[in-house]
């Protein structure tokens, strides 16, 4: 089956400075992914997605960036900003055999330093 | 902005006692699922569920576990006979098409 993880489990980052958040995957086969926030007491929030056809795509202040080559992503936020302080998962599915169930990672906790 | 929403925020129960986790979906999702997470872990898929029929299941959704869309607007997920290793958060999620899946704020699930 597949798993996702990520590197790093905590993140400190200055206010206005950029943050990166990355994570790798194990099936090759993944074809879409998707990053959430998930702030304490709250159900994921959805950020930004990406599909395999892609390697970088842009948000509000987000960048997903995707590298089949190693099977990594990554969540770049821009100007980091104390609400932007939250649990972070990439996750990633398989439509191939009509599947749509996400499999997460276990999260990178984002703290902002004011 | 359209949003799931599940009731109720926690549920406290005791072991071996029956459990039906509320959700309504965004209004014009086709596709619903059921999540959960044990306090620390990462979030697991429980169940997907598409046209009136269960699409998808995990090892985790046995035979305790099921789920229903008993109208056009509500989604549970029932549990028969609650175990103490089934604490933990619940989260409902919705999406149209199947990709962009939204989540609810979840249901703290407390088995004593």
């Known amino acids: 089956g597949e798993s996702v993880g990520l590197h790093l489990p905590t993140l400190s980052v200055q206010e206005g400075d950029n943050s990166i958040i990355n994570c790798a995957y194990s099936?090759?086969?993944?074809?879409?992914f998707i990053w959430y926030k998930q702030e304490s007491g709250k159900g994921p929030q959805f950020i930004i997605d990406?599909?395999?056809?892609?390697d970088k795509r842009q948000g509000q202040r987000v960048t997903v960036l995707l590298n089949k080559t190693v099977k990594h992503l990554s969540l770049q936020i821009a100007a980091t900003q104390p609400g932007d302080s939250a649990v972070y998962f990439c996750?990633?599915?398989?439509?191939?055999?009509?599947?749509?169930?996400?499999?997460f990672g276990k999260g990178t906790k984002l703290s902002v330093i004011p | 902005e359209p949003e799931v929403t599940q009731t109720p925020s926690h549920q406290v129960t005791q072991m071996g006692q029956e459990v039906i986790l509320r959700c309504v979906p965004i209004?014009?999702?086709?596709?619903f699922y059921w999540y959960r997470q044990i306090l620390g872990q990462k979030v697991e898929f429980l169940v997907s569920?598409?046209?009136?029929?269960?699409?998808?299941k995990s090892e985790i959704f046995d035979d305790q576990f099921s789920v229903e869309r008993p109208d056009g607007s509500n989604f549970t997920l029932k549990i028969r006979s609650t175990k103490l290793e089934d604490s933990a958060m619940y989260f409902c999620?919705?999406?149209?098409?199947?990709?962009?899946?939204?989540f609810g704020p979840g249901t703290r699930l407390t088995v004593t």
């Open positions: 209004s014009n999702h086709l596709y």
């Open positions: 999620a919705s999406s149209y098409p199947a990709y962009e899946q939204y």
């Open positions: 099936n090759s086969a993944s074809d879409y």
């Open positions: 569920f598409y046209n009136n029929e269960i699409s998808e």
């Open positions: 990406i599909r395999s056809n892609m």
């Open positions: 996750a990633g599915s398989y439509s191939g055999a009509g599947s749509y169930q996400l499999t």
